[in-house]
Every structure is written in structure tokens, then in C-alpha cells.
């Protein structure tokens, strides 16, 4: 999944991104207002952690014109500012959550795969699509009841289809959201990773749409 952190504290954000890579997530930084309602407008993020006090223009404010935009993602306010009154504006303005500094990791973590969950209209956070079984919290994958072994990118690209079930997704897409920013892979690299799940998984867990992408589908 494809996380945009929006924090100016080095620190904190620096300790954020690395729990985030170690849990499976892809992660975009912005240090400052403006950036962050740049990126948030124009990439497709699967949710956004959001601090309050930020540079240039401060968190509700990117909040407020991400919603006016028609911005979905889901948000979590991540921020100093603990008082009832910000976390009910924040709440009111469009926020999905809010966790006041200092937090602990897992719990973000926890929050944040929840936020994502329920937006993919997924309860729990083992998803199970006919044989096929995966587990956001261990990162592992069952498959005909048998663990299977796959590589982080086979993992994501398989948790992302399965959030998306039964919607044809676009190569592209699934770049932007195994790789992010800094690192978008072209569709020869996606065809080839989906090519090694079909190797593990067989041939009809992973359908192709032509023209439109690639499918897991629910089973009637």
C-alpha cells in the first residue's frame, strides 16, 4: 500500500518511514504544506498521515482542499496539537482518524492498516478470496491451505489486488504502488512479477483484462 506522510520533524518522520518499510508500505514524504497538497492532489495514495503544524500551509487548511477536491483517501492526523476542539474540527473538516505525539508505532501501524482496510470495504485484516489467503499484520500468504513464500514486491502487488478485488488495475497503477515516487518500475517489470506469481499461485488466481489490467476475482 501507498502511504504519504505529511511531517516536518526529521526525526519523527525518519522513524516513521523505516516502521513503515519494515510493515510493507510504500512511503512518499512531503516536509511542508504546499508539497503535501500538491502530491495529494495529483498522486493516488491508498491513505495519508497528516500533521497539523506544518510550513507554508498548515494541515487543516490541505485537509479541507483535499476534500473540496474530492479526495477519498483516508486520513489520519497525526499531531502535537491535543486538545478536543482540533481533533473535532480535524474529524469535522474530513480526517478518518486522529493520533495525538507522542504515539506509539504499533499502534499507528495498527490504525493506519485499519483506515486502509475499511476503505477497501475489508473488515479484517486477514483477507480471503476463495484459496487464497492473506495476511496484512504478517505479511504472509496461504494458498490451497499451504504457506506460500513470495518476495516483498509479489506480497504488495498481491495485497493491493486483493483490497481492489474484482477491479481490473492498470499496470501503472500497480507501479505507483509498489514503488512510489522514487522508484516507478515499468509495466515489463509488473508483467514479469504477476508471470512469477502464476508460477506459485496458478494460472486463474490472477486474471488479465486486456486493456484494462490485472484482477483477482471474488468466487460466485
Known amino acids: 500500500m501507498r502511504v504519504l506522510l505529511v511531517e516536518d520533524e526529521p526525526v519523527i518522520a525518519e522513524d516513521v518511514i523505516a516502521a513503515f518499510k519494515e510493515t510493507g508500505f510504500i512511503v512518499d514524504h512531503a516536509k511542508d504544506g504546499e508539497d503535501a497538497w500538491f502530491m495529494g492532489d495529483t498522486e493516488p495514495y491508498d491513505a495519508v498521515v497528516l500533521d497539523l503544524g506544518l510550513p507554508k500551509l498548515d494541515g487543516l487548511s490541505i485537509l479541507k482542499r483535499w476534500r473540496a477536491a474530492g479526495q477519498t483517501f483516508p486520513i489520519l492526523i497525526l ?59 504478517r505479511m504472509s500468504i496461504h494458498f490451497g491451505g499451504q504457506p506460500m513464500r513470495v518476495t516483498p514486491l509479489e506480497f504488495r502487488l498481491i495485497d493491493y489486488l486483493v483490497h481492489n478485488v474484482n477491479r481490473a488495475v492498470s499496470a501503472g497503477e500497480l507501479s505507483e504502488h509498489l514503488h512510489g515516487l522514487d522508484g516507478a518500475a515499468d509495466t515489463n517489470a509488473i508483467e514479469a512479477i504477476v508471470s512469477r506469481l502464476r508460477r506459485k499461485l496458478g494460472p486463474d488466481v490472477i486474471s488479465t483484462r486486456r486493456g484494462f489490467g490485472y484482477v483477482i476475482e471474488s468466487v460466485p
Open 79 to 137: 499531531s502535537a496539537r491535543g486538545s478536543w476542539m482540533e481533533r473535532v474540527d480535524g474529524i469535522e473538516a474530513g480526517a478518518d482518524d486522529y493520533l495525538p505525539k507522542p504515539f506509539e508505532m504499533a499502534e499507528l501501524i495498527a490504525r493506519l492498516r485499519a483506515l486502509i482496510r475499511r476503505s477497501a470495504g475489508v473488515a479484517q485484516p486477514v483477507v480471503t478470496v476463495g484459496d487464497l489467503i492473506v495476511d496484512t499484520r
